[in-house]
Every structure is written in structure tokens, then in C-alpha cells.
T-cell receptor, first 107, second 112 residues
Framework: DAKTTQPTSMDCAEGRAANLPCNHS???????VYWYRQIHSQGPQYIIH???NNETNEMASLIITEDRKSSTLILPHATLRDTAVYYC????????FGKGTKLTVNP | SQTIHQWPATLVQPVGSPLSLECTVE??????LYWYRQAAGRGLQLLFY??????ISSEVPQNLSASRPQDRQFILSSKKLLLSDSGFYLC???????????FGSGTRLTVV
């Protein structure tokens, strides 16, 4: 699976959009981009995934660049409950977690 | 709907004691099952995965073992716990290896 690079931490104001970047410059054609988050002391929660096209669901939007070397997870209106570690994973098979981005949503 | 159960939620065990953590999945058949561990302040590490009864793959050598005696049951065991076995243990399942994973609520193990 391709290695991903994410910022260690980010801050966002409550009610504003949170844009979490992820670099996966070595991603191969059959690898999907998955996003999970882990709220403190809980199991990871699936957010969204995509291959080439941008994706949107009730939780978030995923924007993948045309060359697929990077992507951005967008939480359109962040709330305090969105404070968590967000993991970007480029995978073809098993889910292998990196260090993720610690997102803190501030009131 | 599918659900995943893990127990116990917390566990305190002395060094050298055995361990058995159980994970069961309901509402699906032939799931892929996974055990992860998260040591304090560390990332999630995949320990074992299973694509079928009796089929176990180990990702890292360690003091732990896994078994899948039934289709929807996954057990993590140790004969003698070490202090370094402390951590947050998570079970997960997926319908395919490439599919999305659903995680259980985890077991927080403290070895003393």
C-alpha cells in the first residue's frame, strides 16, 4: 500500500469548514483513498473513500486531484464532536493506519 | 444489520497471566476479521487477520496468537502476558479485504 503523508495536527473553528490534506504521491492505479477517524478511546470510524472521482456523503466530501497524488477531506461545518484523529489511507487490500492528523475543533 | 461485539471493555491482568479476548460478528457470513492494537500514544497496528475459519495471518511477530474457531468468532490470546502487551485492542470486520472496515468498541488491556 502507498505511503501517505498528513500534517500532525490542525485546528478549526466550530461551524467552519475543516480541510484535511493528504499526500499519496506513490499511489498506484488500484489503490483507493480511504478516510477514517478515531475519537479518543473509541474504535476508528469510516468516513469516506474514493478512487478517482470526488465523493460526497452525509459526513464529508473527498476531493482527489486529477493525478491522484493528493486528496483533501472536507468537513463542511465542523462541530466540537468532530475533534478526532483523522487517518488517510491509500490501500488495495488490508487497512494499514499511519499517524493521522489530530484535528481540534475550537468553540 | 451487521454488528460487532468485543468484550471485555477493560481488563487488568498481572504479568505472566493468560489472555483471551473475544470478538463476534452478527448479521453476516464469512466476514474478514482483524485484530489491531494501539499502544498508548501510538498508532493502530494490524496484528492478525483472517479470511476464513482456521485461516490466520500474522502481521508482526509477538507474544500473541489468534484463532477463528467459528465463522463469526475471532479470539486473541496469550499464554503469558508481558508489560508491553498493554494497549487498546480493536477487532474489525469487512465483507471483502478491500472493503470498508467496521470496528468494535475495543478492549483496554493493562498489564501490571
Amino acid at each position: 500500500d502507498a505511503k501517505t503523508t498528513q500534517p500532525t495536527s490542525m485546528d478549526c473553528a466550530e461551524g467552519r469548514a475543516a480541510n484535511l490534506p493528504c499526500n499519496h504521491s506513490t499511489i498506484s492505479g488500484n489503490e483507493y483513498v480511504y478516510w477514517y477517524r478515531q475519537i479518543h478511546s473509541q474504535g476508528p470510524q469510516y468516513i469516506i473513500h474514493g478512487l478517482k472521482n470526488n465523493e460526497t456523503n452525509e459526513m464529508a466530501s473527498l476531493i482527489i486531484t486529477e493525478d491522484r497524488k493528493s486528496s483533501t477531506l472536507i468537513l463542511p461545518h465542523a462541530t466540537l464532536r468532530d475533534t478526532a484523529v483523522y487517518y488517510c489511507i491509500a490501500r488495495s487490500e488490508k487497512l494499514v493506519f499511519g499517524k493521522g492528523t489530530k484535528l481540534t475543533v475550537n468553540p | 444489520s451487521q454488528t460487532i461485539h468485543q468484550w471485555p471493555a477493560t481488563l487488568v491482568q498481572p504479568v505472566g497471566s493468560p489472555l483471551s479476548l473475544e470478538c463476534t460478528v452478527e448479521g453476516t457470513s464469512n466476514p474478514n476479521l482483524y485484530w489491531y492494537r494501539q499502544a498508548a500514544g501510538r498508532g493502530l497496528q494490524l496484528l492478525f487477520y483472517s479470511v476464513g475459519i482456521g485461516q490466520i495471518s500474522s502481521e508482526v511477530p509477538q507474544n500473541l496468537s489468534a484463532s477463528r474457531p467459528q465463522d463469526r468468532q475471532f479470539i486473541l490470546s496469550s499464554k503469558k502476558l508481558l508489560l508491553s502487551d498493554s494497549g487498546f485492542y480493536l477487532c474489525a470486520w469487512s465483507s471483502t479485504v478491500q472493503g470498508g472496515y467496521t470496528f468494535g468498541s475495543g478492549t483496554r488491556l493493562t498489564v501490571v
